[in-house]
Nanobody, 114 residues
Framework: VQLQASGGGLVQAGGSLGLSCAIS????????MDWYRQTPGKERAFVAR???????NYADPVKGRFTISRDDAKNTVSLQMNSLNPEDTAVYYC?????????WGQGTLVTVSS
């Protein structure tokens, strides 16, 4: 499984940004897709998850502001981020989980200015 994240950038506090993750390879092996984020000096933190049954989970800090979605026709998973604040500044990673392995894409930087 290969993952390619895109869509990061600079946005002002209160603004919105959308991230996309293109998926290729053994897509049928994937059980769920996640978004994680990481800031310097901190561990990578869970942000959101979507399963093959379209079940969604969110980390508490982003509930009500972020929305994860899938487009199976395009083999993409997206993360729509609204009401962004400076604490959302991080490198965002998409990740795929199969029964035996977790895959990571390269990160995309999101910077929220105050």
């Amino acid at each position: 499984v290969q993952l390619q994240a895109s869509g990061g950038g600079l946005v002002q506090a209160g603004g919105s940004l959308g991230l996309s993750c293109a998926i290729s390879g053994s897509i049928s092996s994937i059980i769920y897709m996640d978004w994680y984020r990481q800031t310097p000096g901190k561990e990578r933190a869970f942000v959101a998850r979507i399963s093959t049954r379209d079940e969604k989970n969110y980390a508490d800090p982003v509930k009500g502001r972020f929305t994860i979605s899938r487009d199976d026709a395009k083999n993409t998973v997206s993360l729509q981020m609204n009401s962004l604040n400076p604490e959302d500044t991080a490198v965002y990673y998409c990740s795929a989980r199969s029964r035996s392995q977790r895959y990571w894409g390269q990160g995309t930087l999101v910077t929220v200015s105050s």
